[in-house]
């Protein structure tokens, strides 16, 4: 029967809803009364919600639920009289369910499935969690499916597995990130041994695409095929992202470790503890990545230029943008990427990351006057911590309840010319280690080998 309750919501906000209830246990085809979005603006004429209550009322009394539990899974068989003509017909099957992003992919065949297997240290039956919002168990074995048709390899499953663990983390707030209009993508920033070994990009075109780092994209493409098919996250229906960016791939890419000023730290090892070495991820969630051109035109100093590109890196951050209210308080404006060759000047003239946090932080702070004319002021008060509520006393108003809050992550082409600034969506920033199966060099040594043998074809 289910929980007699009535949701009242906008006509386009329905996938959204029945994945909401659906993912707290209720039935997902519980009683709505729906009205168009014109009703839910401000100043709305409301009489059309007082002329349909008795809509309300039989939603509470009498609706019952028609939904079956859903039974095991089942293998789909498709056949064509050549390989190319069973592949043609196993993607129009997923893409005609609504199971693929649009892209070929590879169907999970149960050999595929038990070869990514080999790249877990679970057993294929563990559960790691619900997928929010829409709540579907996933197993060690659902990540696996998901890995195979994105084109991936056992040796990529560890790291899956850890940023979905991550993506779970109820500080994260997914539910909300999976089915908001603001267009989040996740962005996992990978440290230790496993990101070389793996070849996921630290370097140049770090957000791909790459031919020569290709474990990025899979496993981002992935994620993002659980996010659709485990939790709901179908575009105008259980996700309502107006545009959708790097919604393909997400953002998986690793820090430039050998890179690193003497001195600096992991981004990982500041952000959540881990030692140097430790193979680990960091889950953050952005909604736009620019490119700032930080270099001098003529025959700047190095000092005059870093100073020059801190700036142009300012005025990126000096906006009165409301996403920053949502990670005011433990999460993140956004993630400042530098390359190896910037992080080191900055670093010859006594630059250190907590330095260089400090300055965007002061520098970026925003007039409070701006942000009442951005209507900034009116989200403040029903933020939902009280650091940010009560941040809306402060004048200048700065993007982060602490410096320590701006990320800093040292990646990308070993060039002066540019810095990377990932606006932030982020109410949280997630650290999770990454669990390694005892054949993980083997399978490692499979893959170089492979990779050598298709070479000298």
Request: aromatic share 8%; net charge neutral; with cysteine.
């Amino acid at each position: 029967m289910g929980i007699p309750t009535v949701v009242l919501t906008r006509q386009e906000f329905v996938g959204v809803v029945k994945n909401a209830v659906s993912g707290i246990g209720l039935a997902p085809d519980i009683a709505m009364v729906t009205f168009p979005t014109a009703n839910f603006l401000p100043s709305a004429d409301l009489s059309p919600v007082e002329a349909r209550k008795s809509e309300f009322y039989d939603g509470l009394t009498k609706w019952v639920s028609t939904k079956v539990r859903a039974g095991a899974g089942r293998l789909l068989s498709v056949e064509g009289e050549t390989y190319e003509e069973a592949l043609n017909k196993a993607n129009e099957l997923l893409v005609a369910n609504l199971w693929g992003d649009g892209l070929p992919l590879w169907p999970a065949t149960q050999d595929r499935v038990n070869w990514i297997l080999r790249g877990a240290a679970l057993l294929r039956t563990h559960v790691l969690g619900k997928f929010p919002p829409r709540g579907a168990i996933v197993t060690v074995e659902a990540c696996a499916i998901a890995l195979a048709m994105a084109g991936g390899r056992p040796e990529y499953l560890p790291v899956l597995i850890a940023i979905v663990d991550a993506f779970f983390d109820p500080a994260a707030m997914s539910d909300l990130l999976q089915a908001t209009s603001g267009s989040p993508f996740a962005v996992a920033i990978v440290s230790g041994p496993v990101a070389k070994q793996i070849r996921l990009n630290s370097g140049f075109g770090l957000l791909g695409p790459d031919p020569q780092h290709p474990a990025g994209a899979s496993i981002g493409r992935a994620l993002r095929l659980m996010q659709q098919n485990l939790g709901g996250a179908l575009p105008g229906t259980g996700t309502m992202a107006v545009f959708g960016q790097m919604r393909f791939t997400n953002a998986v890419f690793a820090e430039d470790e050998a890179g690193l000023p003497a001195g600096w730290e992991l981004h990982t090892t500041e952000r959540h503890g881990f030692k140097r070495g430790t193979n680990c991820v960091s889950l953050a969630f952005a909604n736009g990545a620019t490119n700032v051109f930080r270099r001098g035109a003529k025959k700047e100093t190095k000092e005059e230029d870093v100073i020059q590109g801190l700036q142009r890196i300012v005025q990126y951050l000096r906006v009165p943008d409301i996403h920053y209210i949502y990670g005011y308080d433990e999460g993140t404006p956004g993630i400042v990427v530098l390359s190896n060759v910037v992080a080191g000047d900055l670093a010859s003239l006594g630059w250190t990351k907590d330095s260089i946090r400090e300055y965007l932080y002061e520098h970026s702070k925003v007039p409070m006057e701006e942000m009442r004319k951005a209507g900034g002021i009116a989200w403040m008060e029903i933020a939902s911590t009280e650091v940010a509520r009560e941040s809306m006393k402060l004048d200048p108003w700065p993007i982060a309840s602490k410096p320590a809050n701006i990320d800093i992550v040292v990646a990308g082409g070993g060039h002066s010319s540019h810095a990377l600034w990932m606006q932030g969506y982020c109410p949280g920033v997630i650290g999770r280690e990454i669990k390694l199966p005892a054949t993980f060099d083997q399978l490692v040594s499979e893959a170089d080998g492979a990779r050598a043998a298709a070479k000298q074809q």
